[in-house]
């Protein structure tokens, strides 16, 4: 009798277990720490609306579930399903098969799987999810809805497409009131026009606004080479403009532009940089830094202000430049329009170095294909202790050799160069006239000059004393002609040939004054000169003026005979006596 009552009480006690479902075993997700769960409303709860069928067994450890055309509702969704599960003590249920969520705000969740909890309005949509609204589509393998928050979070990899622009990520966070969308880690944004890619991006679909908190590039589809780089930044897609803060790059036409603040509009190819600004021309082997700078894309150039220079790289050497403004541009040849030519303008006190020529100006052209630069407005060139001056001088550069080949200057030429640069004697050979050309020899010292116009040179004559073998100083020549041309050797200006209405004269040092011993418009210019490349960074580097010794010991002594011979002769003519 026990054992049957015993038993009778094992059977009760086991369909018991089996008419009580099992508790449900919900994702963390559902029970936020910052939402504690409380018990549900009649209002807030989820509600049965429409289905085929009702049923009730083992299936899904005794809960009910609904079965063809399955309708639930919660404040104003509707969830569609081919079956649902519900566990209504908990006010949760999980959807299963042609799953469809449509939400009051007219987003639409479809998934092969739901669960959706009523108390915190959290859901889960498993294997093909789709969101989409009126402004994008969001596909993904799982995705996490928030009511309350109208978010909408995936980390499984998945795309978003916009009708303009297709996204790839492994994250994101879509606000659906703002249609802000977060995406967290690698990120491709991939349009007809552009391809962006980077980490951490906010992107609005409404405003079509990037924002970048990471590094990112924007690459031109049409043209690869030309891009933008950030690591933070702001994008108008709409406008094609960008606006860079951190270690921002633009890349356009092989060259990069760099700065600490930019703005670049991929449109119309127009750029600006502020703050440690730098052009880099790779192919050229030159680049421009400043304060400020302006590209122009599709004009190939750009325009750098606030105490720029450039830096013109060569094999054995190197030019600099600087100015109050530079410019840089390319342009085809007007010869062969397949070939682009660069050029480099710099405007208003120009200044420029080279290790064996220096130059100021108020502006300066250079054409860096051809090597022909132009100094215009009183220009002054140093070349290794010789100095030319005139209205304008132009330079052509040997562009294989990287030397200098000769100077043309045009207007009031004039040509200086030292005697003895060892000394401080107050001694410059000269030569002047309206046009000149200087030659370069193969030390690329100069070498030759000619001059056409009113040629004149003044000249210190030295001869070897046949005893001591040293030279000794003869005079100075001064000499003047139509057409002179003059040679520079060591301390010596050598005239070779003078035609046209020629005359010359050398005087010993005893017999000319020394006001004679220069030309009136004599200008060496020692306070200005620009003796290393640092020194163009300033508008003059404002060197003492080097005081040189006036040698007029032997001229002194020969005035002295001439005012004791006139005095004995004075003294030798009667006196007038007054009556």
């Not at 092969?112 to 009523?118: I, K, R």
């Not at 996490?144 to 303009?164: L, W």
């Not at 552009?194 to 405003?207: A, R, S, W």
Request: hydrophobic share 35%.
């Amino acid at each position: 009798m026990r054992l049957i009552f015993v038993l009778l009480i094992f059977i009760s006690t086991l369909a018991f277990a089996q008419d009580t479902p099992k508790s449900l075993q919900k994702d963390p997700y559902f029970t936020p720490a910052a939402a504690p769960q409380k018990n549900a409303s009649p209002a807030d709860k989820v509600k049965h609306v429409h289905s085929d069928e009702l049923r009730k067994d083992d299936k899904y450890d005794g809960n009910n579930y609904f079965v063809g055309n399955v309708q639930f509702e919660h404040q104003g969704s509707r969830l569609n399903a081919d079956l649902v599960i519900f566990y209504q003590d908990q006010n949760f249920v999980k959807a299963i098969g042609n799953v469809k969520l449509q939400n009051p705000d007219g987003s639409v969740i479809t998934a092969e799987e739901m669960e959706y909890d009523g108390n915190t309005q959290r859901g889960i949509a498993r294997k093909n999810v789709v969101l989409t609204d009126p402004k994008q589509t969001i596909r993904t393998d799982i995705m996490y809805y928030d009511r309350v928050s109208n978010q909408a979070y995936f980390n499984t990899g998945g795309t978003i497409t916009d009708g303009e622009s297709t996204m790839y990520t492994k994250s994101a966070t879509y606000f659906l009131d703002t249609k802000l969308i977060d995406f967290t880690g690698t990120v491709k944004i991939d349009s007809k026009d552009y391809i962006i890619e980077g980490d951490n991006i906010k992107q609005n679909q409404v405003t079509k606004v990037a924002e970048f908190y990471g590094p990112t590039t924007i690459t031109n589809r049409a043209n690869p080479k030309n891009k933008v780089y950030t690591e933070r930044g702001t994008y108008k897609m709409n406008t094609k403009e960008a606006y860079l803060n951190k270690n921002s790059k633009i890349f356009y036409n092989d060259k990069i532009l760099t700065g600490d603040d930019m703005y670049y509009n991929q449109l119309t190819g127009f750029g600006t940089a502020t703050g440690n600004v730098m052009l880099d021309d790779p192919k050229e082997r030159r680049w421009i830094k400043g304060g400020y700078g302006e590209i122009f894309e599709k004009k190939d150039s750009a325009m750098i202000t606030k105490n720029p220079y450039a830096v013109k790289a060569l094999e054995k050497d190197s030019m600099y430049f600087a100015a109050e403004k530079i410019i840089s541009f390319q342009k085809p040849d007007a010869k062969d329009i397949t070939v682009k030519k660069s050029f480099l303008r710099a405007y208003r006190k120009a200044r420029m170095y080279k290790s064996n020529a220096q130059g100021r100006a108020d502006s300066i052209a250079f054409n860096e294909t051809d090597g022909v630069l132009h100094m215009f407005r009183e220009p002054i060139l140093w070349s290794n202790g010789k100095q030319v001056t005139g209205d304008k001088v132009e330079a052509y550069f040997n562009t294989q050799k990287e030397n200098i080949d000769s100077l043309k200057v045009i207007g009031n030429a004039f040509a200086i160069s030292k005697v003895d640069s060892l000394n401080m004697k107050d001694e410059f050979n000269q030569v002047k006239g309206k046009l000149m050309t200087v030659y370069y020899g193969e030390e690329n010292n100069i070498k030759e000059a000619k001059v056409i116009g009113n040629a004149q040179a003044i000249s210190y004559s030295d001869d070897v004393n046949a005893q001591t073998k040293e030279k000794e100083r003869i005079g100075i020549s001064l000499t003047s002609c139509g057409i002179i041309d003059a040679i520079f050797e060591e301390k010596a200006l050598y005239v070779v040939e003078c035609n046209i209405g020629a005359t010359s004269d050398t005087y010993p040092m005893s017999k000319i004054e020394p006001a004679r011993r220069k030309f009136p418009d004599f200008n060496w210019n020692t306070k200005d000169r620009i003796m290393k490349w640092q020194d163009i960074l300033v508008d003059t580097p404002n060197y003492p003026e080097i005081k040189y010794e006036s040698d007029n010991t032997l001229y002194n002594k020969a005035q002295e005979v001439i005012e004791k011979e006139k005095a004995k002769e004075d003294a030798k003519k009667p006196k007038r006596v007054r009556r």
